[in-house]
């Protein structure tokens, strides 16, 4: 499926299931694609249902009722893949603050969601997804790797790509 006829089953499958569009009035010409309402709507559907829980262990997993930055990364990333959206227009982006304080040895680090084809960024600590260039001028974050390893328990540096 093209990536232009991806999107449009996924506006219109999010569209279908928040009731705003009945089954039976799909158009037949489709509509124009509103890919960033879908990551709206994903990210707005997070911030209602989930509930921040940080965990001490790091642990990755997807969000259940609650979560913290990188299982809400994980919950976003299923609902949008759901939707439609492919595996490589998903990045997991871990960050770092590089004048964040150290706690435990660990300097605190954070994860997003970027969807490329959009330039957007999806934080749990925003209302709305953001445009991924104002999102890290805005924090100050510096990339530290695009993480494409899951798996529950891992070092950070085991899960990354590394980015030419
Ligand atoms: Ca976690």
Not at 12 to 20: E, V
Not at 21 to 39: E, G, K, R, Y
Not at 143 to 158: G, H, I, K, N
Request: net charge positive.
């Amino acid at each position: 499926m093209s990536h232009f006829l991806k999107a449009a089953v996924a506006a219109i499958a999010l569209a279908t299931s928040s009731g705003a569009l009945a089954a039976n009035s799909i158009p037949q010409d489709l509509p124009a694609v509103d890919v960033h309402q879908a990551i709206k709507d994903v990210q707005s559907k997070a911030n209602l249902s989930i509930k921040f829980k940080d965990d001490d262990e790091d642990m990755w997993q997807v969000a259940g009722r609650r979560g913290d930055c990188e299982d809400i990364v994980l919950w976003k990333r299923q609902q949008l893949m759901q939707l439609g959206f492919s595996a490589d227009d998903l990045e997991v982006l871990v960050l770092i603050k590089p004048k964040s304080k150290r706690a435990g040895g660990v300097r605190e680090g954070h994860v997003v969601l970027r969807v490329k084809s959009a330039d957007m960024v999806m934080d749990n600590v925003e209302r709305f997804p953001m445009n991924y260039a104002e999102y890290m001028k805005r924090y100050d974050y510096r990339l530290v790797c695009e993480a494409v390893d899951f798996r529950p328990s891992m070092r950070v540096q085991d899960r990354c790509r590394p980015r030419a």
